[in-house]
T-cell receptor
Framework: AQKITQTQPGMFVQEKEAVTLDCTYD???????LFWYKQPSSGEMIFLIY??????QNATEGRYSLNFQKARKSANLVISASQLGDSAMYFC?????????????FGKGTKLSVKP | ETGVTQTPRHLVMGMTNKKSLKCEQH?????MYWYKQSAKKPLELMFV???????ENNSVPSRFSPECPNSSHLFLHLHTLQPEDSALYLC???????????????FGPGTRLTVT
């Protein structure tokens, strides 16, 4: 079974509108972390936002916010006021496990296209 | 130079060649990673080094051989590769291992490898 599921292979959004990228995860750990990364066409992965499983408030970083619903095991990324430069692949990732055995597990990604 | 750099950015090699990928991080981090990104597949973790010691080897074929001479440099030595090894190879670094805390990973731009 997939640990990280991103059900939207591709998404379109109009410039200046908000968009939500879906991510659901599967883990039996109580302590885990969720990350979102952006990958432009140039290839590098850019860290956007982090949510810890014990964090009570949703994480926010500028125009990015994470809609964390623990009971539903979802960690959706919300991008407000989309810009043309937001067009990229977006990956959800989870850190599970602790100590030296913890690693990041990535989803397959969502390709976001921002239309002018 | 800042962040994580990778050379070369593009590499075409025959199945009998031997080549090396280089990664360098200028962030003072203690952990470094090699990932493989194939089309339509999630990012696959290959190797993890912490303080120059390998802590993870995700059942990677022996034709891929990592080397971490110091905490700033990571190499991936390639020999007798197969066409299915063609992919984007990403290097990343972090302050600590994912399982030791909320350490986001910083990625390099990747090496686009084509095996002919």
């Amino acid at each position: 079974a997939q640990k990280i599921t991103q059900t939207q292979p591709g998404m379109f959004v109009q410039e200046k509108e908000a968009v939500t990228l879906d991510c659901t995860y599967d883990t039996s750990d109580q302590s885990y972390g969720l990350f979102w990364y952006k990958q432009p066409s140039s290839g590098e992965m850019i860290f956007l936002i982090y949510q810890g499983s014990y964090d009570e408030q949703n994480a926010t970083e500028g125009r990015y916010s994470l809609n964390f619903q623990k009971a539903r095991k979802s960690a959706n990324l919300v991008i407000s006021a989309s810009q043309l430069g937001d067009s990229a692949m977006y990956f959800c990732a989870m850190r599970e496990g602790w100590g030296s055995q913890g690693n990041l597990i990535f989803g397959k990604g969502t390709k976001l296209s921002v239309k002018p | 130079e800042t962040g994580v750099t990778q050379t070369p950015r593009h590499l075409v090699m025959g199945m009998t060649n031997k080549k090396s990928l280089k990664c360098e991080q200028h962030l003072g981090h203690n952990a470094m990673y090699w990932y493989k990104q194939s089309a339509k597949k999630p990012l696959e973790l290959m190797f993890v080094y912490s303080l120059e010691e390998r802590v993870e080897n995700n059942s990677v074929p022996s034709r891929f051989s990592p080397e971490c001479p110091n905490s700033s440099h990571l190499f991936l030595h390639l020999h007798t590769l197969q066409p299915e090894d063609s992919a984007l190879y990403l290097c990343a670094s972090s302050q600590g291992l994912p399982g030791q805390g909320t350490y986001e990973q910083y990625f390099g731009p990747g090496t686009r490898l084509t095996v002919t």
